[in-house]
């Protein structure tokens, strides 16, 4: 069973930073690409970030471009997301998604068939 546990959201003042982890459980980790995603208080959920199964390539939204780094750990069975310059406007619940078949990231919700519950992030101005 494929489970993702996401972690280090919190509560962080404009221009800071924030680290999010994503804990995978099973053998799919290492050959499945990661994303995160993150949906706004009446906002639909959007792509922010994703990473390819060996690291190699990444994939990210114009909007967090040069601010956000998304990397991963494969002896830990984990992905980050580095949030610098944090924006008000980066307030959302943070996901993170597993797609366990193709191997490089894509920003579509629909090629990720596993998500985790969630972490809050809240960036105050």
């Known amino acids: 069973q494929v489970q993702l546990v996401e972690s280090g959201g919190g509560l962080a003042q404009a221009g800071g930073s924030l680290r999010l982890s994503c804990a995978a459980s099973?053998?799919?980790?290492?050959?499945?690409?990661m994303a995160w995603f993150r949906q706004a208080p009446g906002k639909e959920r959007e792509f922010v970030a994703g990473?390819?199964?060996?690291?190699?390539?990444?994939l990210y939204a114009d909007s967090v471009k040069g601010r956000f780094t998304i990397s991963r750990d494969n002896a830990k069975n984990t992905v980050y997301l580095r949030m610098n310059n944090l924006k008000p406007e980066d307030t959302a619940v943070y996901y993170c998604?597993?797609?366990?078949?193709?191997?490089?990231?894509?920003?579509?919700?629909?090629?990720?068939?596993?998500w985790g519950q969630g972490t809050q992030v809240t960036v105050s101005s």
């Open positions: 099973g053998r799919f980790f290492s050959a499945s690409a």
């Open positions: 990473i390819s199964s060996n690291g190699g390539s990444t």
């Open positions: 998604a597993a797609d366990l078949q193709f191997g490089v990231p894509s920003n579509y919700e629909r090629d990720y068939p596993y």
